[in-house]
T-cell receptor, first 111, second 111 residues
Framework: GQQLNQSPQSMFIQEGEDVSMNCTSSSIFNTWLWYKQDPGEGPVLLIALYKAGELTSNGRLTAQFGITRKDSFLNISASIPSDVGIYFCAGRNGATNKLIFGTGTLLAVQP | DVKVTQSSRYLVKRTGEKVFLECVQDMDHENMFWYRQDPGLGLRLIYFSYDVKMKEKGDIPEGYSVSREKKERFSLILESASTNQTSMYLC??????????FGDGTRLSIL
C-alpha cells in the first residue's frame, strides 16, 4: 500500500532545542494527522488538520497543512525529555476513512 | 475520552496455533481497524470494518481474518500462526472522517 515519505527517520537532540519534521505525498490529502507513540504504547493523536494552509498549535507543538495539500510539517519548540518517542504523520484522501501513515520519526532528547 | 482496549499487551504463541486478538471500544464508533507495526515499515492496515458484520481487506490481509459480531468489538484472527506474523498489532476506532483512536497494542511473538 501507499506510504507517505516522512523525514527525518530519526533525530538526536539536546533538551531545549527546537525540532522539525515533515511528510510529503504524491497524492492530495484532505486531512493530515500527527500522532506520537511512546515506547510500548499505542499512537496518541497530537494535532488534526483539515484545511490547506491551516496552522494549528497544541502547547509546544505546531503543525501545518501544506498549501499544495501534499505535505505537512510538525514543529516542537523547546524540547524536553518526555518528548521522546516516535512521531507519525497520517493522511486521508477523499471520502475514504482509510489513513495512510508515514514511517515515523524517532526522537531522542538528551537531558 | 475515547477508550480502545486491546485484551493482551503481550502474547506468545506457537507456529500453527489459531490466535485471537480482541479489541473493544466504548464510544459507539462505526469504524474499527487492525494494523500491524514493524520497524521501518510503519503502520500497515490489515482489515477494517464499517459496521457490524461488515469487513474490508486492507493492504496486507493474507494470513488474517476478522470478526465483528457486535459494534464495540473487533477481533483479529490468525488462522494458523507463522513466525512472520510476529509483530506489534494495533487496533483503532473512529467515527467517519474523524481521527482514529488507538489502543495500546498487542506485542505478539510466534515461536
Amino acid at each position: 500500500g501507499q506510504q507517505l515519505n516522512q523525514s527525518p527517520q530519526s533525530m538526536f537532540i539536546q533538551e531545549g532545542e527546537d525540532v522539525s519534521m515533515n511528510c510529503t505525498s504524491s497524492s492530495i490529502f484532505n486531512t493530515w494527522l500527527w500522532y506520537k507513540q511512546d515506547p510500548g504504547e499505542g499512537p496518541v493523536l497530537l494535532i488534526a488538520l483539515y484545511k490547506a494552509g491551516e496552522l494549528t498549535s497544541n502547547g509546544r507543538l505546531t503543525a501545518q497543512f501544506g498549501i499544495t495539500r501534499k505535505d505537512s510539517f510538525l514543529n516542537i519548540s523547546a524540547s524536553i525529555p518526555s518528548d521522546v518517542g516516535i512521531y507519525f504523520c497520517a493522511g486521508r484522501n477523499g471520502a475514504t476513512n482509510k489513513l495512510i501513515f508515514g514511517t515515523g520519526t524517532l526522537l531522542a532528547v538528551q537531558p | 475520552d475515547v477508550k480502545v482496549t486491546q485484551s493482551s499487551r503481550y502474547l506468545v504463541k506457537r507456529t500453527g496455533e489459531k490466535v485471537f486478538l480482541e479489541c473493544v471500544q466504548d464510544m459507539d464508533h462505526e469504524n474499527m481497524f487492525w494494523y500491524r507495526q514493524d520497524p521501518g515499515l510503519g503502520l500497515r492496515l490489515i482489515y477494517f470494518s464499517y459496521d457490524v458484520k461488515m469487513k474490508e481487506k486492507g493492504d496486507i490481509p493474507e494470513g488474517y481474518s476478522v470478526s465483528r459480531e457486535k459494534k464495540e468489538r473487533f477481533s483479529l484472527i490468525l488462522e494458523s500462526a507463522s513466525t512472520n506474523q510476529t509483530s506489534m498489532y494495533l487496533c483503532a476506532s473512529t467515527l467517519f472522517n474523524q481521527p482514529q483512536h488507538f489502543g495500546d497494542g498487542t506485542r505478539l511473538s510466534i515461536l
